[in-house]
């Protein structure tokens, strides 16, 4: 009886296949389980960017199939190759890093959203992305606006081009912390709090209202509508923050007076 040949064998021969296949034959081996097969395929001569990309769209693929994938200048030389090795779970840090720096704007926007994206990697093309802001039209800033994380927002917002600021507020992946951050900073502009200050969302939220109302830019009449929600305690605290004006520190300390004369005193 002829022996059958065992799984390392026929491995062998699949992987000699797909390293020897036709153009027509590709597609049979980049969707092969097997690692060696698959190193094989790479060392194809027919292996086009087409079959590639498909193989690249593989989840499954390990680490060092993809720095192989890499180390080809000719695959290097495509940038949906590039695009798809950053994208790619498993992807090696440090080609990620090295890769994202070449990505186009919308590309980064896109992989700063992808879920399966490491922290480290969106954290970068947000970085980026901002970085680039200045020079950007406006056109683009208008789709970033809509389209950018929560930290692309922010810096959109901070920037305060008034056709940007409503778009921004409306931004889904736009956070409290986000717009927290922006009052916090220095030489906001004017636009931006007095947008905050009549937002729909943003002025409800009690944070916000507190951070406004310490916002020395804020209208005087917003202010005064906030008053009536914050707490007896963030009353007291806030009639000596040194952003308020004499008058409002004396309208916020009446408040305080008014307020504490009518809690009810404990039962003796």
């Known amino acids: 009886m002829v022996p059958r040949p065992n799984r390392d064998d026929r491995e062998a021969l699949t992987a000699e296949r797909a390293r020897s296949a036709s153009r027509d034959e590709l597609l049979t081996y980049v969707y092969n389980g097997s690692e060696e097969v698959l190193f094989a395929l790479l060392e194809n001569p027919l292996l086009d960017e087409k079959n590639l990309l498909l193989l690249l769209e593989r989840k499954?693929?390990?680490g060092?199939?993809?720095?192989?994938?890499?180390?080809?200048?000719?695959?290097?030389?495509?940038?949906?190759?590039?695009?798809?090795?950053?994208?790619?779970?498993?992807?090696?840090?440090?080609?990620?890093?090295?890769?994202?720096?070449?990505?186009?704007?919308?590309?980064?926007?896109?992989?700063?959203?992808?879920?399966?994206?490491?922290?480290?990697l969106k954290r970068i093309?947000?970085?980026?992305?901002?970085?680039?802001?200045?020079?950007?039209?406006?056109?683009?800033?208008?789709?970033?606006?809509?389209?950018?994380?929560?930290?692309?927002?922010?810096?959109?917002?901070?920037?305060?081009?008034?056709?940007?600021?409503?778009?921004?507020?409306?931004?889904?992946?736009?956070?409290?912390?986000?717009?927290l951050k922006v009052l916090s900073r220095e030489g906001v502009a004017p636009g931006v709090v007095g947008a905050l200050a009549s937002h729909a969302k943003w002025s409800y939220l009690y944070n916000v209202r507190m951070a406004l109302v310490r916002h020395p830019?804020?209208?005087?009449?917003?202010?005064?509508?906030?008053?009536?929600?914050?707490?007896?305690?963030?009353?007291?605290?806030?009639?000596?923050?040194?952003?308020?004006?004499?008058?409002?520190r004396e309208y916020i300390r009446n408040e305080v007076e008014i307020r504490a004369r009518r809690r009810p005193r404990p039962a003796s």
């Open 60 to 62: 499954d693929l390990p």
């Open 64 to 120: 060092k199939l993809l720095d192989s994938i890499a180390k080809q200048k000719v695959w290097m030389e495509s940038y949906p190759v590039r695009l798809r090795l950053v994208r790619h779970p498993h992807t090696p840090r440090i080609l990620s890093l090295r890769l994202i720096k070449q990505l186009y704007l919308f590309d980064l926007v896109n992989l700063s959203l992808l879920p399966q994206v490491p922290a480290e």
């Open 125 to 179: 093309a947000e970085e980026i992305i901002v970085s680039r802001l200045a020079q950007l039209p406006l056109g683009q800033k208008l789709t970033l606006a809509r389209r950018g994380s929560g930290r692309v927002a922010a810096a959109l917002l901070a920037e305060g081009v008034t056709q940007i600021i409503p778009l921004v507020l409306d931004n889904a992946f736009l956070t409290e912390s986000h717009v």
């Open 217 to 248: 830019l804020t209208p005087l009449a917003r202010v005064l509508s906030f008053i009536p929600d914050l707490t007896l305690r963030d009353l007291a605290e806030l009639q000596h923050a040194s952003t308020l004006t004499p008058s409002l």
